[in-house]
């Protein structure tokens, strides 16, 4: 067979170019996962990577509050067993939808179910934050490029209110989080029924988030001012306005009053102030909070874009509010608005970047590298700076301990308990609130022990608590004490 012959019976092969050796498949490959347009995923998969190994290291050693992570899987583990979400840290028998509507959570059911542990809700709780800087870089990229665009990504993974929220137990605007990036890349790039379709989901997450989704419809309505008449659109944003404010007004005037046992929504003396005049937030703490959702994050560029119109409703329940928990920059209240804020800086940095003012234009050449340099640098002083600490990964023998002890109360026992042991108990137990059993004398207490307190001072408080039952000293280690009930 002469070689025209052997060419001819090689399908596919030419004599010429020989079949690639193992080193050139690997490079080929290697070129392909650079490319431009995995940069948001690999960067999803490196900041879920970074909020996992946080949460995870937090719960290790007890370091999370446990409150709220308990009351979330309390309502889960309840979800996974096809029963009514009962939440027994917020009073025995309440339901969780009397509390704040969010049946998203339910999704996590069927992973609890498998992994029944609070380290699941933790896992998941990074995913969806970092599946929200996917759409946040990649719409940065298409409207800025490649390099500006992964310089707003990384400041948005980074963002301190968005540390704040991984640092801090779990909760359910960790759904919203990924819903309102997608949203919003989807209304900034003129695809209306994505950004309606991201949008609706909204009022299954929390009550007022029914009335941000309203607000991106009426987005939508001023972006298509400029886009020419699109009937279909427009019906599709009023439609989105009235679906999420019926959906909200829904939610607290009847649902939530439906399942909660006083028949109310408790949330309303946030902003009531109960029997008495309601006290408002300093002026000064409210403008200090702002600074610092559009200060460092933004440069304040956003605040020329009308994306920032999805941040009203949340900015304006908080600043209604008299509780200044929702006003500081600790907790998880600021993290919703972080993928408004940095999809209002990208499109605001569009035009700013073609405004016949030269230092404007200056200002949105170097405003995404300025974030970025901002973002790194508070890092230093939040959360994620503990995972370069050696001790982040060191569990304590105080820990240990604890653990050792809190493992000597059987399974489905009823305990109260106060903040630290929560979350070791709640998968295996039927788990109070300290001082909140209404009437029902726990099997053990669980406790902290603080303010020098001995464990016979506990057993003596625990009695009183409960005057039917007696209590003895079960253990104390790691500055913990677990009370059995002994009749």
């Known amino acids: 067979m002469d070689s ?6 090689a399908p596919g092969r030419s004599t010429a170019e020989p079949a690639p050796g193992p080193g050139t498949r690997i490079a080929r490959l290697a070129r392909r996962l650079r490319a431009p347009r995995l940069d948001p995923y690999w960067l999803g998969g490196v900041l879920f990577v ?77 995913a969806l934050f970092a599946l929200s800087a996917v759409p946040v870089t990649r719409l940065a990229a298409h409207l800025l490029g490649r390099g500006r665009g992964l ?19 779990f909760h359910e605007i960790a759904f919203a989080m990924p819903l309102l990036a997608f949203s919003l890349e989807a209304v900034v790039r003129r695809r209306w029924t994505a950004a309606v379709l991201w949008a609706a989901p909204l009022v299954l997450v929390k009550e007022d988030l029914g009335v941000t989704a309203a607000a991106i419809g009426v987005l939508v309505l001023v972006r298509l001012r400029g886009a020419g008449r699109d009937r279909r659109a427009t019906a599709l944003a009023a439609g989105l306005v009235a679906f999420g404010l019926a959906a909200a007004a829904l939610a607290l005037g009847v649902i939530i009053p439906g399942f909660n046992n006083g028949g109310s929504y408790d949330y309303w003396t946030k902003l009531s102030g109960g029997d008495g005049p ?18 460092p994050t933004t440069g304040l560029l956003a605040l020329r874009s009308p994306v920032l119109i999805v941040a009203l409703p949340t900015l304006g329940w908080r600043f209604a509010s008299h509780d200044d928990h929702y006003w500081g920059t600790d907790w998880h209240y600021s993290a919703v608005l972080m993928p408004v804020v940095f999809i209002a800086l990208a499109d605001a940095l569009v ?17 995404p590298a300025a974030v970025l340099a901002a973002a790194l640098a508070m890092t230093a002083s939040l959360p994620l700076y503990g995972l370069t600490l050696p001790e982040t990964y060191r569990v304590p023998e105080s820990v240990r301990a604890t653990e050792q ?15 630290a042991p929560i979350s070791r108990l709640v998968n295996r137990c039927r788990v109070f609130w300290i001082g909140d059993t209404r009437g029902i004398a726990p099997d053990y207490v669980a ?22 039952a ?18």
Request: net charge neutral.
């Open 4 to 9: 025209a012959t052997a060419a001819v019976s």
């Open 50 to 126: 970074l909020y996992t190994t946080l949460s995870v290291s937090r719960h290790l050693r007890m370091l999370t509050m446990s409150w709220d992570l308990g009351i979330f899987e309390q309502a889960i583990r309840a979800y996974a067993r096809l029963q009514a979400p009962i939440a027994d840290l917020k009073g025995p028998g309440t339901n969780i939808l009397g509390d704040h509507f969010s049946p998203v959570t339910a999704l996590i059911a069927p992973l609890y179910r498998v992994f029944p542990t609070p380290l699941t809700l933790l896992v998941v709780q990074a």
């Open 151 to 169: 310089a707003v990504g990384i400041a948005y993974g980074l963002s301190w209110a968005v540390q704040r929220a991984v640092d801090f137990d």
């Open 278 to 295: 309601a006290p408002t937030i300093p002026l000064d703490t409210a403008l200090r909070t702002l600074a610092w959702v559009l200060l």
């Open 351 to 367: 035009g700013a970047r073609h405004s016949p003012r030269p230092w404007l234009r200056s200002c949105a050449h170097q405003l």
């Open 405 to 419: 002890l809190l493992d000597r109360i059987p399974d489905n026992a009823t305990v109260e308990a106060d903040v």
């Open 447 to 468: 406790l902290h022990l603080g303010d020098g307190r001995a464990p016979k001072d506990l057993v003596a408080d625990a009695e009183r608590a409960h005057p039917a």
């Open 470 to 487: 007696r209590y003895a000293v079960l253990g104390s280690a790691g500055g913990h004490v677990v009370l059995e009930r002994v009749s």
